[in-house]
């Protein structure tokens, strides 16, 4: 699947969606919801390209594997929560969504301490 296979998929739920949401509501949002689920499904069956790229990248460059991990756990989650939030948002849940977004940055900051020490001691290593 392409990224116009993907928008056109996306602009004809969308149209679905909008077309019955004045006569049912509540199949609108699932429409809306379960469109919106089986492009994530399809986007993360592409992501084993871009993990591939990146365990290359770090076998080349001798770079600690739980690095890796970490950054793909990061990305990962911002993806989620940025999913996660906007459907709350299309359910007119505004004040949940930002309760999703606080927990994504969260967890991004709990999985980042790793490389923040990391850095911390090539810095501390550096200074006489």
Request: aromatic residues 8%; contains cysteine; proline residues 2%.
């Amino acid at each position: 699947m392409s990224i116009y296979q993907v928008v056109i998929f996306a602009i004809i739920a969308a149209i679905l969606a909008m077309s019955i949401k004045s006569e049912r509501p509540e199949f609108a949002m699932l429409i809306s919801v379960a469109a919106g689920v089986i492009l994530l499904i399809f986007i993360v069956s592409k992501i084993s390209t871009v993990i591939n790229v990146f365990s290359q990248l770090t076998s080349r460059t001798n770079i600690d594997l739980i690095y890796l991990n970490n950054i793909l756990k990061i990305i990962a989650i911002a993806y989620i929560t940025e999913f996660g939030s906007q459907i709350c948002k299309d359910v007119g849940e505004g004040n949940l969504a930002s309760k999703v977004e606080l927990a994504g940055k969260i967890f991004i900051l709990i999985e980042a301490i790793p490389i923040i020490l990391a850095l911390l001691n090539v810095v501390i290593s550096i200074m006489p």
